[in-house]
């Protein structure tokens, strides 16, 4: 699965994504997203099956946002309650 994380910096107003933008979102592949945010600013976290996070910026240009920073997984893990249980990473 495809996911970046877009730091969008300071945010004035509504964030989300509208009707409208959603078969955009879409066409690249999207098929969840998240906004989340701290004192600093915000960022958006997109993914999915067909998305290929290098279009992240083409996501923050949808959002009307210009995009500081770009990041991208390095480690996904998969952690399991049960002893003895597979670990995979």
Known sequence: MGVAVLLLGAHDGE???SPALAPALGRLGVTHVQ????????????EGWA???????????LLGRATQRVL??????AISDEPGGPVHA
Do not use: H, M, Q, T
């Open 15 to 17: 964030i989300g994504v």
């Open 72 to 77: 991208r997984p390095l480690l996904d893990v």
């Open 35 to 46: 906004f989340v945010s701290d004192e600093r600013g915000f960022g958006v976290i997109v």
């Open 51 to 61: 998305f290929d996070p290098d279009s992240a910026g083409e996501v923050a240009d």
